[in-house]
């Protein structure tokens, strides 16, 4: 037999790689995590059908498709000038609830969770969903599965296939749902609740529940006082699917609110010469260089800032978790590693909402589409995905073909506050030129994925995964070490 | 809904699998899977897809399943239980020629997986399927990669470069092979 060995490699050019630059005293100057990007595919889009949006931008990314699904027909919507039907709108936010819900779940429990209930000290080989069902058995494991599951099917009996649904148009759904479809979800909804519930126990008795973690998400190590953007309601309450965008400051004052076709007038986006990624910031406070502060344009759209910038959560037994969440970490709360706690109250809000959809009388509604009739121009849809605020921007001409495709996807949005987060990990490790390379890859892995950033192209049965690597260069940008994992 | 377990398999047997789509139609109890993998808009990520079609275009077996998929670790380990065998087709960049079309067993993942990861978003799929025989999933005895290697530059476009489309009958010629080992 054939033998070949196959080195991990990364798939797109800069996808997986972190970067640290080093100033004249060998401290560290200026970190970045390299981020796959878009290239071309604005470009790939431009002349096709706007109507093929919500099935073309969910295959840019294999980790969530349903946000670029739901933001690609939502901005279709307003291409058109068209409204959903209430039984189309809420179908569409039923499942972008179950989505989320197995979303959350998956970086809860698979990665980032590992970090806390394993310890940021355990072996990088136990760090992960193994590691966890060894310590605490195996029930949990097969809840996961199971949670994973009840999202998946719900997306496949609205969304028309698992993952990738494709029933959004614009105007509303291409199907309705039935009676017994409708049970089945609210049953699924039913057991995620519990779920959520059994999540969010998890975490306060073993994570805050333990001196040493707690003091991790308290301490200084991971916390950066910055700006928060995130979807809010007309209540102000945490929403995934629709409404405005709100911005609150360091201190947690208001920046400032916008509707998704105002986002150019509060959102730039920095280059800078030693990437070709980019840095966006609010425009109305400026670009200060990779600083935090009141004074510096960075912002963070995650989770936490969600909590942050609204005014709770719109279900009862998540709003009583934000309350907790509230009174131990104050408002807002900086600390990045608070994002996973977010995570999980969004978690059980998602599942709350859940239910509530899934019994709402209009939800069988077979009234589930607005045809368009208006001639196409030009619209924005925003969505809130797991990882951040998505924005997607559409231009066409009067056949509905596509003259422009912009996109601010989540994480995106956190490049500039993820490079903070990173810096600050390396600094720890690094003093006067030398490295200790024990416990920096974990510690930089543990500072990036708070914020469960979005590698979508990471889809494949080799590599499969992509290898973190790290590059410490010095003031002349030479190379000094390689760190491989 | 109460109790978790039996989580697996996720599906039952032949119903609602295709993601992307079922492409060949299979009986109630498929045994046998075979994958592409891969990203059908982003150039010759897509050779999966391409072969994955090839396949379904020439083969009627009600045993076989073929699928079309652009999904990683965790949803692959759960796409992959519940059949005997498996063989997936992926896109590859190791280096070689451009075309170069390789064959290896799923059992040399761990070797080749890195640890940390830049990807804070899934399992490398040989952990998946460590967690799924873990947690009693039917997950196949026999998983087998053949890797397309492509251009090292990603583009989005439908098309492939011309080494990649012209391995493409290679890569469906050792597909047929692992199809009739079986049926031998």
């Known amino acids: ?485 | 809904m109460a109790d978790p377990r039996p989580a697996f398999p996720p599906l039952p047997a032949g119903e609602g699998r295709g993601e992307g789509k079922r492409i060949a139609p299979g009986s109630a109890a498929p045994t046998t899977l075979v994958i592409g993998l891969g990203n059908p808009i982003l150039g010759d990520d897509g050779v999966g897809w391409r072969v994955a079609e090839a396949v379904s275009a020439e083969l009627y077996d009600p045993d076989v399943d073929v699928l079309c998929l652009a999904v990683g670790g965790m949803t692959l380990m759960e796409r992959l239980a519940g059949y005997r065998r498996a063989l997936i087709v992926d896109a590859v960049v190791s280096g070689a020629p451009p075309g170069t079309v390789h064959d290896l067993p799923a059992d040399d993942m761990h070797r080749v997986m890195p640890h940390h990861t830049a990807s804070s978003h899934d399992l490398s799929l040989a952990t998946a399927l460590d967690l799924g025989r873990e947690l009693g999933a039917e997950l196949p005895a026999e998983i087998r990669i053949v890797g397309v290697e492509a251009s090292p530059a990603f583009e989005f476009g439908e098309a492939l470069s011309a080494p990649v489309a012209d391995a493409v009958p290679e890569a469906l010629a050792r597909v047929r092979a692992w199809l009739e080992g079986d049926w031998r």
């Open chain 1, 1 to 485: 037999m054939q033998r070949i060995s196959i080195d991990p490699m990364t798939r797109l050019e800069g996808h997986g790689k972190i970067e640290i630059f080093l100033d004249e005293a060998g401290d560290v100057a200026n970190a970045y995590l390299q981020v796959p990007e878009l290239r071309g595919f604005e470009r790939f889009c431009v002349g096709r059908p706007v109507e093929e949006m919500p099935v073309l931008t969910n295959r840019i990314c294999g980790v969530c498709p349903e946000a670029h699904h739901m933001a690609a027909a939502k901005a279709a919507d307003a291409v058109y000038g068209v409204t959903p039907p209430p039984a189309g709108r809420k179908l569409r936010e039923l499942l972008y609830s179950a989505f989320f819900f197995a979303d959350h779940t998956t970086h809860f429990f698979i990665l980032g969770g590992p970090d806390f209930l394993m310890g940021p000290d355990a072996p990088v080989a136990q760090r992960n969903i193994l590691g966890v069902i060894h310590k605490l058995g195996l029930e949990i494991g097969g809840k996961v599965i199971q949670a994973r599951k009840v999202g998946h099917t719900t997306v496949e009996i609205i969304g028309g296939r698992k993952v990738h649904p494709c029933t959004a148009v614009p105007g509303g759904q291409t199907k309705a749902i039935s009676e017994d479809e409708r049970q089945e979800i609210e049953k699924m909804g039913r057991w995620a609740v519990e779920f959520g519930q059994f999540a969010l126990r998890a975490f306060h008795d073993l994570v805050l529940g333990n001196k040493e973690y707690l003091d991790l998400i308290l301490g200084d190590a991971y916390t950066h006082k910055t700006y928060y953007m995130g979807l809010v309601d007309a209540q102000n309450k945490v929403n995934f699917y629709d409404g405005r965008v709100r911005v609150v400051g360091p201190d947690g004052s208001l920046h400032g609110i916008y509707a998704p076709d105002e986002y150019t007038d509060w959102i730039a986006e920095r280059v800078e010469p030693w990437s070709y990624l980019k840095f966006p910031y609010l425009k109305k406070v400026g670009w200060k260089g990779f600083t935090d502060g009141a004074e510096s344009g960075i912002y963070m759209a995650t989770p936490l800032s969600r909590l942050n910038v609204s005014d709770g959560m719109a279900t009862p037994l998540a709003q009583a978790e934000y309350e907790k969440f509230v009174a131990t970490l104050g408002k807002p709360a900086h600390s990045r590693l608070a994002i996973h706690w977010a995570r999980l109250i969004e978690l059980l809000y998602a599942a709350e909402r859940w239910v509530e959809l899934a019994i709402d009388p209009e939800i069988t509604s077979p009234d589930v589409r607005a045809l368009p009739t208006n001639t196409p121009t030009e619209g924005v849809g925003i969505v809130e995905a797991p990882r951040g605020t998505l924005t997607h921007h559409y231009r066409t001409d009067e056949k509905g073909l596509l003259t422009m495709v912009n996109l601010v996807v989540g994480t995106t949005n956190n490049n500039a506050a993820m490079s903070l987060s990173i810096g600050k990990a390396a600094k720890s490790l690094i003093k006067a030129g030398t490295v200790v390379t024990e416990g920096l890859l974990n510690r930089i892995e543990m500072a990036y994925r708070a914020y469960d950033p979005c590698l979508g192209c990471a889809t494949h049965a080799l590599p499969g995964k992509v290898p973190l690597e790290v590059s410490i260069r010095d003031a002349s940008g030479e190379l000094l070490e390689v760190l491989r994992g």
